[in-house]
């Protein structure tokens, strides 16, 4: 257990849906990071939270969103599912902004649109 | 900007060594390691830092050579825990640089 939650592990879904997926931080990390992960194209970016505060932003689609609350963990919203939106989807955590440490990831939630 | 990791695939028997490749075309603050054994989630390794040294634990070892814009991992007397694909995760230094970019990966496979 690295000390990251994501849930769900696994969503199956129809196309033209809307799915959330939930991360919780390693206890005292600040920044929540959440990366996509398909077979041809590696770890793509998406975003990252530092403290509640968008830091950067990467890939994401218009039809993707994310947020990071109070408590620190952060969702991240998919919407209009299309097939290829299928993968696997990682949040990753940190200490400080990512400057100084590695990140610690999630076990990933496993998305298939149908 | 994505870095380009080589080789992307490498078989070794247990007990040989193999070093994998990361390169950026662009000036580097920091390079991370990470390696993922299939259907698991990446595992940190190792970050190297501009102006940093040479870092490893065990067998496994890292240089960042920053005029060059490159780092090598360094895997010795290799052992069969040790398959699973390496990513070298690239920070720019400069403005627009929180982002942590990944290579494509390279995939290792030890066998007896």
């Known amino acids: 257990d690295s000390g990251v939650t994501q849930t769900p592990k696994h969503l199956i879904t129809a196309t033209g849906q809307r799915v959330t997926l939930r991360c919780s931080p390693r206890?005292?990390?600040?920044?929540v990071y959440w990366y996509q992960q398909s077979l041809d194209q590696g770890l793509q970016f998406l975003i990252q939270?530092?403290?509640?505060?968008?830091?950067a932003k990467g890939n994401i689609l218009e039809r993707f969103s994310a947020q990071q609350f109070p408590d620190l963990h952060s969702e991240l919203n998919l919407s209009s599912l299309e097939l290829g939106d299928s993968a696997l989807y990682f949040c990753?955590?940190?200490?400080?902004?990512?400057?100084?440490?590695?990140?610690?990831f999630g076990s990933g939630t496993r998305l298939t649109v149908v | 900007q994505q870095p380009v990791q080589s080789p992307q695939a490498v078989i070794l028997r247990e007990g040989e060594d193999a070093v994998i490749n990361c390169s950026s075309s662009k000036a580097l603050y920091s390079v991370h390691w990470y390696r993922q054994k299939h259907g698991e989630a990446p595992v940190f390794l190792m970050i190297l830092l501009k102006g940093g040294e040479q870092k490893g634990h065990e067998k496994i070892s890292a240089s960042f050579n920053e005029k060059k814009q490159q780092s090598s991992l360094y895997l010795t007397a290799s052992q069969l825990s040790y398959s699973g694909t390496y990513f070298c995760?690239?920070?720019?230094?400069?403005?627009?640089?929180?982002?942590?970019?990944f290579g494509k990966g390279t995939k290792l496979s030890v066998i007896p």
């Open positions: 206890s005292g990390d600040l920044s």
């Open positions: 939270y530092y403290n509640g505060e968008e830091r």
């Open positions: 995760g690239t920070r720019h230094s400069g403005a627009g640089s929180y982002q942590l970019t």
């Open positions: 990753a955590s940190s200490v400080e902004g990512g400057w100084h440490y590695g990140y610690t």
